[in-house]
Nanobody, 124 residues
Framework: QVQLVESGGGLVQAGGSLRLSCAASGRFLWRYGMGWFRQAPGKEREFVSAIRWTGTNTLYADSVKGRFTISRDNVKNTMYLQMSSLKPEDTAVYYC?????????????????WGQGTQVTVSS
């Protein structure tokens, strides 16, 4: 079993930055691919980014490419999402997730473990 807890959300002005953290606990965490998803009000949950358990391969949604950076620290059992040049359309609840696919994945169905989410609000 894997437990995930996100933190770092908040209110920021457009153009600003935030760093989200996802603290993981459980066994063999280094085996899991990790991802970030987000869900805005009235919209479906969407993929943001994913990272291989080694940290050597990353995936990004086109909407965040060049602005967001995903990373993980397997010693600290923590994954991060550095968000820069934030836009109002980035406003959403952000979720971290763990997948038994060590490469991570785009499809949310590939993830069996989810955090409770952290709110990110970007004002214009």
């Amino acid at each position: 079993q894997v437990q995930l807890v996100e933190s770092g959300g908040g209110l920021v002005q457009a153009g600003g930055s935030l760093r989200l953290s996802c603290a993981a606990s459980g066994r063999f965490l280094w085996r899991y691919g990790m991802g970030w998803f987000r869900q805005a009000p009235g919209k479906e949950r969407e993929f943001v980014s994913a990272i291989r358990w080694t940290g050597t391969n990353t995936l990004y949604a086109d909407s965040v490419k060049g602005r967001f950076t995903i990373s993980r620290d397997n010693v600290k059992n923590t994954m991060y999402l550095q968000m820069s040049s934030l836009k109002p359309e980035d406003t959403a609840v952000y979720y971290c997730a763990a997948s038994e696919d060590p490469a991570g994945a785009v499809a949310s169905i590939r993830y069996g473990y989810w955090g409770q989410g952290t709110q990110v609000t970007v004002s214009s």
